[in-house]
């Protein structure tokens, strides 16, 4: 009987162990996405300004600074890793490259000092924005392992504990940008 009660208390707390570990798991994942959150805020903050100074000088390029405004807004209204989310994210990052390509067709914007440094401010918050995104992919997969493997994953199906996504680019954005 003795041994039965310390292996069960031993049982016990193991179970305890690989639970604790896998909320600490998840509440890196919760903080690496509100990472690379945060970075997209400071992108969707700078698009307004950018679209502005287009404007004035791409008129041709309207259906371009609508969309980009658009896909801004949907995703300002998306707060949770969601594969959708992951798309609108792509699709606006996709946008936003075709309006650098813009400098090149207009040489008074490429001249423009505020375009110059809102292109810049663009360019660090999008090397931002990558390294969120590996951080929360190391995250990601460091759960998502631990949902996986045995023993935790039977932890984790009895606590309900759920596979995260990965962010993962899409094929817009795998392919070079030359045209708008």
């Known amino acids: 009987m003795t041994y039965f009660i310390i292996a069960l208390v031993l049982v016990i707390i193991v ?6 570990s896998l909320v600490q ?4 994942v919760t903080n ?3 990472s690379v959150d945060v970075m997209l805020k400071k992108r969707a903050d700078l698009i307004p300004n950018l679209v502005s100074t287009v404007k004035g000088y791409a008129k041709h390029e309207q259906s371009l600074l609508e969309r980009v405004t658009a896909l801004r807004t949907t995703t300002q209204n998306q707060t949770t890793a969601t594969v959708e989310r992951f798309q609108a994210e792509a699709d606006l990052t996709s946008a936003l490259s075709k309006i650098t390509i ?3 067709a207009y040489p008074d914007l490429k001249a423009n000092r505020q375009f110059l440094q809102l292109m810049a401010a663009l360019n660090e918050a999008e090397e931002q924005i990558s390294a969120a995104r590996r951080a ?24 309900r504990f759920q596979r995260q ?16």
Do not use: C, G, H, W
């Open 15 to 20: 179970i305890i162990f690989i639970y604790n």
């Open 25 to 28: 798991k998840r509440n890196q």
């Open 32 to 34: 690496a996405f509100s």
């Open 102 to 104: 813009l400098r090149e």
């Open 136 to 159: 929360y992919n190391a995250s990601v997969n460091d759960y998502n392992n631990s949902v996986d493997m045995f023993p935790s994953s039977v932890v984790a199906a009895a606590f």
């Open 165 to 180: 996504v990965l962010f993962v680019a899409s094929e817009s954005e795998k392919v070079n940008v030359t045209t708008v």
